[in-house]
T-cell receptor, first 115, second 111 residues
Framework: DAGVIQSPRHEVTEMGQEVTLRCKPI?????LFWYRQTMMRGLELLIY????????DSGMPEDRFSAKMPNASFSTLKIQPSEPRDSAVYFC?????????????FGAGTRLSVL | QKEVEQDPGPLSVPEGAIVSLNCTYS??????FMWYRQYSRKGPELLMY????GNKEDGRFTAQVDKSSKYISLFIRDSQPSDSATYLC???????????FGQGTTLQVKP
């Protein structure tokens, strides 16, 4: 099994640019989570999907952030426009909700630097 | 006050030592408790998963939950240099997947 796949692994962009992060969950998993990790705030849940439907986006910091899951094997997290304070590591995780949503498998993350 | 408190360390121990990692929490509704291990520049990986109170053992790892004290622990026996990582506790009041993470404790096991 390939695990959760995230791309790109690293992204460096300038303030004001649009950033798109991508995630492919584990095949067969039907819950998908987006997290952000910073030294100051630790690991925070931004949004999660169940069966491709957004269930809870209360962790999304601002309207500049949006997430989509057009099908069971692909999700995107978009930041438009990006700001230096968005610099962080963004993780995607997936789980099999019919077994245990809390048992989540994480990707390797995307390290975002906004200059 | 954060819902989940975890001493960030770093914690440095010699190889073979018993390691104790801890988290406290304030929300009495938490029912599901997890420990994740995160190596440098990697994603977190699930180590232990516990529902409600009690102990759970898996090899060299033991997870304990004391709901009366709102305190959870992870013990690592016979620690190895390969255990050097950041350990994150996580909790949830239900099986919704909405996890609250501690800040993580960085552990270094010296050969």
């Amino acid at each position: 099994d390939a695990g959760v796949i995230q791309s790109p692994r690293h992204e460096v962009t300038e303030m004001g640019q649009e950033v798109t992060l991508r995630c492919k969950p584990i095949s067969g998993h039907n819950s998908l989570f987006w997290y952000r990790q910073t030294m100051m705030r630790g690991l925070e849940l931004l949004i999660y999907f169940n069966n491709n439907v957004p269930i809870d986006d209360s962790g999304m910091p601002e309207d500049r952030f949006s997430a989509k899951m057009p099908n069971a094997s692909f999700s995107t997290l978009k930041i438009q426009p990006s700001e230096p304070r968005d610099s962080a590591v963004y993780f995607c995780a997936s789980s099999l909700s019919r077994v245990a949503k809390n048992i989540q498998y994480f990707g390797a993350g995307t390290r975002l630097s906004v200059l | 006050q954060k819902e989940v408190e975890q001493d960030p360390g770093p914690l440095s121990v010699p190889e073979g030592a018993i390691v104790s990692l801890n988290c406290t929490y304030s929300n009495s509704a938490f029912q599901y408790f997890m420990w994740y291990r995160q190596y440098s520049r990697k994603g977190p990986e699930l180590l232990m998963y516990t529902y409600s109170s009690g102990n759970k053992e898996d090899g060299r790892f033991t997870a304990q939950v004391d709901k009366s004290s709102k305190y959870i622990s992870l013990f690592i026996r016979d620690s190895q240099p390969s255990d050097s990582a950041t350990y994150l506790c996580a909790m949830s009041p239900s099986n919704t997947g909405k996890l609250i993470f501690g800040q993580g404790t960085t552990l270094q096991v010296k050969p």
